[in-house]
């Protein structure tokens, strides 16, 4: 298949194998230039393969990768014009933020001065000016990590690989780098592919997400529609539709009547399979109700409130309905052991055929 040379980033049908075990099986995704791509799936699905593989760092089995046009399977790391930010900083040690940063312009045969230049300018973007003679040992662990960045970032790739390199940051630091590295990104204009299994981080940071499973893409997509249209139950219950329930779907006149097991219906106009369906949905979609309620769109369960805590600024309360248990916030007090509905909006629950395994359709 030929790609367009418009694309950054073109990788076509690619195979990566360890010994006798496939990771990678035809994995393909086109990435424009100046996009934003965050790769996101769980530990063993073949994310940071597939970025290694990208880097050079891991040989392809089968397929190409095409960078703006040129395929650069058989090429060798140095010769990508791409930078590589890791999870664990790979900083020297033994050298200076000046020395970390301004490695790689030292390799292209750069001038002293030059390299200086080079790394001063890059360490006022990144807040660091002033720190070129201290050891990278000496700084904290978000200053060290913005080092890595520059380091990367002083050679001006056209491409940057981040691969989960926030992930040993604390929280405060973590939210401030996403921030940082994507106000960069925007200002440089790079194109950038960023590996994380922190589903926040990619949601904030990229412009599209992939979400990868066992060797292969799942799904694709901008953040908002992979969120709030996963096309299979995995995405969904990896995008946090994790609670489910069985229902019945029957034709009614112009939409539906959905039935569930405890005999209540209600009627929906929207386009939902037909049948024997799961609803996946996340507890955020839930709300309490009247016991006895009917609503328009909405399935009410019968319940009652378990457990009741107080987070600031609502309530959330834990829902029994039978032997499931479901998480609700609500603004107002309830009484512990109270008998409520919980309420279930049609329009917000994710359903699949009871048969399918993959793939599929989305209220």
């Known amino acids: 298949m030929d790609s367009p040379v418009s694309a950054a980033i073109d990788v076509d049908h690619l195979q990566v194998s360890y010994g006798s075990q496939r990771v990678l ?18 530990s063993g699905c073949g994310k940071t393969t597939l970025l290694r593989t990208i880097a050079g760092f891991q040989k392809a089995a089968g397929g190409a990768i095409r ?27 033994h050298m200076t933020v000046l020395g970390n940063v301004g490695y790689g312009l030292r390799l292209r045969g750069m001038r002293k001065d030059e390299i200086r230049s080079r790394v001063a300018a890059v360490l006022k973007m990144l807040n660091l000016s002033g720190l070129e003679d201290r ?5 904290s662990g978000g200053q060290r990590q913005r080092v890595a960045l520059g380091r990367a970032l002083a050679i001006e790739p056209q491409i940057l690989l981040l691969d989960e390199p926030l992930s040993n940051l604390d929280a405060k630091v973590r939210i401030q780098l996403r921030s940082e590295i994507k106000a960069l990104q925007g200002r440089l204009g790079f194109t950038a592919i960023h590996v994380t299994h922190d589903r926040e981080e990619a ?8 979400v990868m499973d066992a060797g292969r893409i799942a799904q694709v997509g901008a ?84 457990q009741r805590t107080y987070p600031g600024g609502h309530y959330r309360y834990v829902i029994a309905v039978g032997d499931r248990h479901f998480t609700v916030t609500d603004d107002r007090y309830h009484e512990l052991d109270r008998p409520v509905g919980l309420r279930l909006p049609l329009a917000s629950l994710h359903l699949f055929p009871q048969t399918q395994t993959s793939g599929g359709s989305h209220a």
């Open 25 to 42: 099986h035809g994995v393909s995704l086109s990435v424009s230039p100046g996009e934003f791509i965050a790769i996101l799936g769980s």
């Open 67 to 93: 960078l703006f046009g040129r395929d650069v399977v058989n090429t060798p790391p140095e010769k990508r014009g791409m930078a590589m930010m890791f999870q664990s900083y790979a900083l020297w040690p």
């Open 135 to 139: 050891k990278v040992t000496n700084l």
């Open 203 to 210: 949601m904030t940071m990229a412009d599209r997400i992939v």
């Open 223 to 306: 953040p908002k529609e992979v969120y709030d249209h996963p096309n299979s139950p995995f995405v969904a219950s990896f995008m946090g539709a994790e609670n489910t329930l069985d229902l019945d779907v029957r034709a009614a006149g112009t939409g539906v009547e959905v039935r569930v097991d405890d005999g209540s219906t209600a009627n929906y106009g929207g386009q939902v399979p037909v049948g024997p369906v799961t609803a996946y949905f996340r507890d955020d979609i839930a709300s309490l109700d009247d016991l006895h309620a009917r609503i328009d769109g909405a399935i009410v369960l019968p319940g009652r409130i378990t």
